[in-house]
Nanobody, 123 residues
Framework: QVQLVESGGGSVQAGDSLSLSCAAS????????MAWFRQTPGKERDFVAL????????HYADSVKGRFTISRDSAKNTGFLQMNNLQSEDAGIYYC????????????????WGQGTHVTISA
């Protein structure tokens, strides 16, 4: 059983940066994929980025390419999402997710989820 805890959300202005963290416990993530999703009220969770832990291979939603960077620190068993040049459409609750069996851009591929961290962006 893997537990994920996000941190780093907050309120910023458009154009600012934020760095989110996702600390994992219960298992080492060497064979896992970790992803970040964003959810806004009344909508499903949208894919943001994912990383294959062992290889470090990454994949991004088109809307965040060039602005967001997903990374991991294996020694800390922690994933990160660096978000630069934030825009109003980036606001929402950010969830990290992990799975050892599957990976992809749909939430259904991920077995473990954090509690979410809020990102608010003002103009």
């Amino acid at each position: 059983q893997v537990q994920l805890v996000e941190s780093g959300g907050g309120s910023v202005q458009a154009g600012d940066s934020l760095s989110l963290s996702c600390a994992a416990s219960g298992d080492t993530l060497t064979s896992y994929a970790m992803a970040w999703f964003r959810q806004t009220p009344g909508k499903e969770r949208d894919f943001v980025a994912l990383i294959h832990w062992r290889q470090g291979a990454t994949h991004y939603a088109d809307s965040v390419k060039g602005r967001f960077t997903i990374s991991r620190d294996s020694a800390k068993n922690t994933g990160f999402l660096q978000m630069n040049n934030l825009q109003s459409e980036d606001a929402g609750i950010y969830y990290c997710a992990a799975s050892a069996e599957t990976s992809g851009t749909s939430p259904r591929f991920y077995r473990y989820w954090g509690q979410g961290t809020h990102v608010t962006i003002s103009a």
